[in-house]
């Protein structure tokens, strides 16, 4: 039985699908076998972000209404052996997607694979509610920012009542908060939420805390999975993320602020790259 | 972080106006997310029984759920207008 992993966030724009991409190769690299399924309906971008947008043939919904098999719709990702992508359908209305079909896919891809990691689209429309509903595992992905944190609330109180795990009084989903673009000098400033205080504020484990980084819109300029950037801060910060979900303790990295020379602050560049 | 930015942060800074103003909206969210999704619907059918009798509009029912420790409360609000006082 594969474990179920929804991304998701309420807000727009915070970082799902690069989050999605990133933890899907992660999980792919440490040699479990990973489907990453775009619950987006309408507005797939999944496929870009991982590079493979010239090669959608059949997707989600055609798998749904029986025009496509499984393995006619998955695409194998050419960098990472053991990872696959299931497309989001581009053209049809977001109601094509419902429990049953949903569910059905599920079941057939938990045969196959380790972990399927489902990246919910914006909001709490039919295709949040579906990524969502057989989570095993939900990644809350939050901007340090009012509105990204009072969704994220929102989502949590959805995932505790309206997701499978809920409506059949089983052990609840576990919830994960991913903090991303978080800029430590401006927490410093006081100009932006500190780590503690949105944990303190939505109260779930913390997996990790991924910096505002340059080398996000680098990777998905040319559909690379940020985490393959081994020389990136962000990519960096989700591998430790991944080995925190799979058990292992690391500390935080990029939470603080590294101390700067006078030369630095005033000749410096921005900080991308980080020799590991 | 040094001992001066820590005072300036907790003192005024942005963020923690912001983070202020998550406690305050979030617990309010919270408290209303635990009730029963029928409530609007019976505050509508309490609505359309009294509005057989008396002229009276939504905004004067409020239907409301407390709960206090292990028992709950439920809260019927019915302001009645003028009128029918000044028929008794």
């Known amino acids: 039985m594969a474990k179920i992993i929804v991304v998701t966030s309420g807000k727009g724009g915070v970082g799902k699908t690069t989050t999605s991409a990133a933890i899907s190769s992660g999980l792919a690299l440490q040699g479990h076998?990973?489907?990453?399924?775009?619950?987006?309906?309408g507005l797939r971008n999944l496929d870009i972000i991982m590079g493979c947008e010239r090669r959608v043939v059949y997707d989600f919904i055609n798998v749904i209404n029986g025009e496509a098999t499984?393995?006619?719709?998955?695409?194998?990702?050419?960098?990472?052996?053991?990872l696959f992508i299931l497309p989001a359908s581009q053209t049809r209305d977001k109601d094509a997607l419902n429990i049953e079909g949903v569910e059905k896919i599920l079941n057939e891809l938990s045969l196959e694979f380790d972990f399927i990691v489902c990246d919910?689209?914006?909001?709490?429309?039919?295709?949040?509610?579906?990524?969502?509903?057989?989570?095993?595992?939900?990644?809350?992905?939050?901007?340090?920012?009012?509105?990204?944190?009072?969704?994220?609330?929102?989502?949590?109180?959805?995932?505790?009542s309206k997701t499978k795990r809920a409506v059949e009084n089983n052990t609840p989903v576990q919830e994960h908060l991913l903090l991303t673009r978080y800029d430590p000098e401006r927490v410093e400033k006081g100009e932006m939420l500190s780590v503690e205080?949105?944990?303190?504020?939505?109260?779930?484990?913390?997996?990790?805390?991924?910096?505002?980084?340059?080398?996000?819109l680098k990777a998905s300029n040319t559909g690379t999975p940020v985490i393959l950037d081994e020389s990136s801060d962000a990519g960096i910060a989700y591998q430790d993320s991944i080995a925190?979900?799979?058990?292992?303790?690391?500390?935080?990295?990029?939470v603080n602020t590294e101390r700067k020379s006078l030369l630095r602050r005033l000749f410096g560049k921005n900080r991308e790259d980080v020799s590991a | 972080m040094s001992i001066f930015s820590y005072l300036k942060r907790r003192s005024n800074?942005?963020?923690?106006?912001?983070?202020?103003?998550?406690?305050?909206?979030?617990?309010?969210?919270?408290?209303?997310?635990?009730?029963?999704?029928?409530?609007?619907?019976?505050?509508?059918?309490?609505?359309?029984?009294?509005?057989?009798y008396v002229p009276i509009t939504r905004d004067r029912v409020t239907v409301n759920l407390e709960r206090t420790g292990d028992s709950a409360v439920l809260e019927l609000n019915v302001m009645m207008p003028d009128e029918v006082l000044e028929d008794i």
């Open chain 1, 33 to 41: 076998k990973t489907v990453v399924v775009d619950f987006d309906i």
């Open chain 1, 70 to 82: 499984l393995n006619q719709a998955l695409i194998k990702d050419k960098r990472i052996p053991k």
């Open chain 1, 244 to 254: 925190r979900f799979l058990g292992e303790s690391r500390p935080m990295r990029f």
């Open chain 1, 197 to 216: 205080d949105v944990k303190e504020i939505l109260a779930i484990p913390l997996i990790g805390v991924i910096p505002e980084s340059k080398s996000v």
């Open chain 2, 13 to 52: 800074s942005t963020a923690s106006v912001a983070k202020e103003r998550l406690q305050i909206i979030i617990s309010h969210e919270r408290s209303q997310r635990n009730t029963p999704d029928y409530l609007p619907k019976l505050q509508e059918e309490i609505l359309a029984v009294i509005a057989k």
């Open chain 1, 120 to 160: 919910s689209p914006a909001g709490i429309e039919t295709g949040a509610m579906m990524a969502m509903y057989f989570a095993d595992h939900a990644i809350i992905v939050t901007n340090p920012e009012v509105s990204s944190v009072r969704d994220s609330d929102r989502i949590l109180g959805i995932l505790a």
